[in-house]
């Protein structure tokens, strides 16, 4: 059981009152509390607390007997909300943050790799250096979330470790900042997600890199990866909240058939919901050594398939929505035969986004780079198909270099 703090109050969600003073919420079954602190101001308060799945909280008496300005600030509501308009405002072009984020997520691929290194070796992690290295995804995501986007889609199939915790962090930002989440909550979903999955570097190599399906008992033994992640984490100082609860939670479903907790649907917060339908969509469509990954497109469709058991259909459509339904990196076809990836969206036309083009099949041969902005009707073409870069013995790295890199 969790221990009430001195001086607080631990009451049931149901018997909040207006005008108490929240120190925290918290989930009694993963034992985590998250700060929260404020007033609760309103019904409407009270009604957002109760939806986000909070049956707990922590409250101040003390201070619950005088009166306030100062308003809760819901878990799952930003409390200095950054409006899509305000992002779209500060939005950089493409090719001019592509350079940027090419090093920010290499460097940060080398800090995860050093990161796993160190807890083999039972050593202590720079809690600091991460958070420097999440603060600077998500400020790259703020200037224009499609240059890492396409970043998270350039992928190595033997740096799926490395690179999967990685991704995460740059979806879950792209994902938060569409919901226009708090800029400084978004950093905290960042550094949660960068670190989710450390644990499973102390699962078994035989079971973890096993190029092919798990029996009953390995699956039992990759399910620890969870716990064993917490355990780590929680040794770190001056973790949020926010990040521990999502390491926690990951892998838990609204049906209450995830782990390691068995969660059902009242248990877990917004935040969590997301990292869940983030971090099936990445592992969905992430080449592994013994699978191939799936596009994009049918990732979307498990997911959206899944949500009536799984996860938050109306989160699933708003990860969507932040993504495009031909998110930013995605190879494909067009009916003319040309080959490119999706530069840009139009979110008028989620069917009609911007392919930079450089190969054609027909032609059997790379052409001039072309951005084709397919909502133009100057542009008579579609797309085709998504495709993989094998399918035509194409160097997708290399054209990527070419051209998006300076």
Avoid at 83 to 91: A, F, L, P, S
Avoid at 187 to 216: R, Y
Avoid at 312 to 335: A, H, M, R
């Amino acid at each position: 059981m969790t221990n009430t703090p001195q001086g607080l109050e631990k009451i049931a969600i149901n018997s909040v009152e207006k005008g108490m003073y929240v120190v925290s919420v918290i989930n009694p079954k993963t034992q985590l509390s998250v700060k929260s602190e404020g007033f609760v101001s309103s019904t409407k308060t009270l009604d957002k607390l109760k939806k986000s799945g909070v049956r707990f909280i922590f409250i101040d008496p003390e201070k619950s007997k005088h009166a306030s300005k100062k308003p809760l600030a819901v878990v799952e509501v930003a409390s200095e909300k950054n409006t899509v308009e305000d992002h779209q405002k500060r939005k950089v072009p493409l090719d001019a943050e592509m350079n940027k984020a090419a090093k920010l997520y290499n460097n940060a691929k080398d800090l995860q790799g050093k990161i796993l290194t160190s807890i083999t070796e039972s050593k202590t992690i720079d809690v600091a250096e991460v958070a420097q290295t999440t603060d600077a995804i998500v400020d790259s995501i703020f200037r224009n979330q499609d240059a890492l986007s396409c970043m998270s889609r350039i992928r190595m199939k033997d740096e799926y470790l490395v690179e999967h915790s990685l991704n995460v962090a740059v979806l879950i930002s792209i994902f938060a900042k569409h919901l226009s989440i708090d800029k400084k909550i978004i950093e905290q979903l960042a550094l949660g997600a960068f670190l989710h999955d450390i644990g499973k570097v102390l699962i078994p190599n035989e079971v973890l890199n096993k190029p092919a399906k798990l029996t009953k008992e390995e699956y039992e033994v990759m399910k620890g990866h969870v716990v064993k992640g917490l355990e780590v984490v929680k040794a770190m100082p001056d973790i949020p909240d926010i990040a521990l609860s999502l390491i926690a939670t990951h892998h838990e479903r609204l049906d209450g058939k995830g782990y390691p907790y068995g969660l059902r649907a009242e248990d877990i917060t917004m935040y969590d919901r997301m990292t869940a339908i983030v971090d099936s969509y990445d592992a969905m469509t992430a080449d592994r050594v013994y699978k191939n990954g799936i596009h994009p497109i049918q990732a979307f469709k498990n997911l959206i398939n899944d949500s009536i058991h799984s996860y938050d259909n109306d989160l699933v459509e708003k990860f969507i929505q932040s993504l495009g339904l031909y998110p930013v990196g995605t190879l494909v076809k067009l009916t003319s035969g040309k080959i490119g990836l999706i530069s840009g969206l139009n979110k008028n036309k989620p069917l009609k986004p911007i392919v930079r083009v450089f190969y054609n099949t027909r032609l059997k041969q790379n052409i001039a780079v072309e951005d084709l902005d397919l909502a133009k009707p100057k542009y008579d073409d579609q797309i085709d198909c998504c495709v993989r870069p094998e399918d035509f013995n194409l160097n997708l790295l290399n054209f990527f270099k070419n051209a998006f890199m300076n």
